[in-house]
Nanobody, 129 residues
Framework: QVQLGESGGGLVQPGGSLRLSCAAS????????MYWVRQAPGKGFEWVSS????????FYADSVKGRFTIYRDNTKNTVYLEGKSLKEHGTGVYFC??????????????????????WGKGTQVTVYS
């Protein structure tokens, strides 16, 4: 069964940095595009970033472009999200998401629903002053 486990969230001051990790199992990790999605308090799901199966292609939401980096290590079945210059509106639960089909970039579109692909439980990121 597909399992995705996020870690690395926590408290960080505005302007600080965090690295989130997502450990994957139960599927051939290297054949799936992966995504990071976040949910701010009281808000819906927001797509943050995408990465291709080999890691060569990445996409970012305008709100994080230039500050966030997504990368993956297929030998470790792990995808990462590094954020720098974090802002208060970056607070929320960050989810690691698997595309529903192999070798496919089904870019999450608003409104994002939890029935899209496979989701981890999420890791809380709190950016505070």
């Amino acid at each position: 069964q597909v399992q995705l486990g996020e870690s690395g969230g926590g408290l960080v001051q505005p302007g600080g940095s965090l690295r989130l990790s997502c450990a994957a199992s139960g599927f051939v990790f290297s054949t799936y595009w992966m995504y990071w999605v976040r949910q701010a308090p009281g808000k819906g799901f927001e797509w943050v970033s995408s990465i291709s199966v080999g890691g060569a292609t990445t996409f970012y939401a305008d709100s994080v472009k230039g500050r966030f980096t997504i990368y993956r290590d297929n030998t470790k079945n792990t995808v990462y999200l590094e954020g720098k210059s974090l802002k208060e509106h970056g607070t929320g639960v960050y989810f690691c998401v698997k595309d529903p089909a192999p070798y496919t970039n089904t870019k999450p579109a608003s409104p994002i629903q939890r029935d899209f692909g496979s989701w981890g439980k999420g890791t809380q990121v709190t950016v505070y002053s």
